[in-house]
């Protein structure tokens, strides 16, 4: 295994630790990155993104057919295939069920930065009508078309799809769109709510947009790998064990 491909593949499942521990999302979500120089990307197996190991990760073509690795495949795999081929800019997606998110799409709330960290959604997150899972390439296309050349979009009773130019950024940047939905919920309830301004939110696009090197970036990065860390006792990857049903479980293959 190559160095690029085993570092992905552990960067990976940091990022979906991540995700599960920032609360961003919990059984249900997943991250990809796309594979430099060939035309497919790295997605976990079908694990809730807390219990993610770099084991766990496969190689997907762009078709979002297996190219290696095992175990069972995300049934909504097709909204990664969509978004790599709609959006040649886009190195890296994550799906999430974020609950505020969702709450915000149930009462037709588009987001807006409430909070200047959210600066990279300053053309706003449009909301997507469609709130089954999008499991072939026409449904998911769709949903990455609503999106058009912004930088997530909400899916109705559903969740959200962030991408990003680098994992670390797709991660983060979806941790700071829950964030800031929680934010604009509490704010809603208080009254009139207003955005941080456009152009300020551009000022920090053009400034901060996929560079890791900002002190910023490696205080929150640092900040969530430690989360991790702690809520895993030491180990990043560590799990507990398996569950043992009391009885055989019946498991449709989905
Ligand atoms: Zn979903």
Redesign the pocket.
């Known amino acids: 295994m190559s160095d690029t491909l085993e570092h992905l593949k552990h960067e990976l499942a940091v990022a979906s630790r991540i995700l599960d521990v920032s609360g961003a999302t919990s059984a249900?979500?997943h991250i990809s990155v796309r594979l430099p120089g060939e035309d497919a990307f790295l997605i976990p197996a079908a694990r809730a993104a807390g219990l993610v190991r770099p084991e766990d990760v496969l190689v997907v073509g762009m078709d979002g057919q297996r190219r290696a690795g095992e175990g069972t495949m995300f049934v909504?795999t097709p909204i990664h295939a969509a978004a790599y081929r709609l959006r040649p800019d886009v190195q890296s997606v994550a799906?999430t069920?974020s609950e505020m998110c969702v709450a915000l799409s149930v009462a037709d709330v588009e987001p807006y930065p409430a909070h200047m960290t959210a600066y990279r959604y300053y053309d706003g997150v449009p909301i997507h009508p469609e709130g089954r899972?999008?499991t072939n390439a026409a449904m998911a296309e769709a949903a990455i078309a609503a999106m058009g050349a912004r930088n997530a979009v909400l899916?109705k009773w559903?969740?959200a799809i962030v991408v990003a130019p680098t994992l670390h950024w797709a991660c983060l940047g979806a941790v700071l769109l829950e964030y800031n939905a929680r934010l604009l919920v509490h704010a809603r309830q208080l009254g009139a709510t207003s955005f941080f301004p456009r152009e300020h939110s551009l000022e920090m696009f053009a400034a901060y947009e996929g560079d890791e090197g900002t002190q910023a970036y490696h205080r929150e990065w640092d900040y969530w790998v430690e989360r991790v860390r702690q809520a895993n006792g030491g180990d990043l990857f560590h799990l507990h064990g398996a569950y043992e049903p009391v009885s055989p479980r019946v498991l449709r293959p989905d």
């Open positions: 249900f979500g909504e799906h069920h899972m999008l899916l559903h969740g």
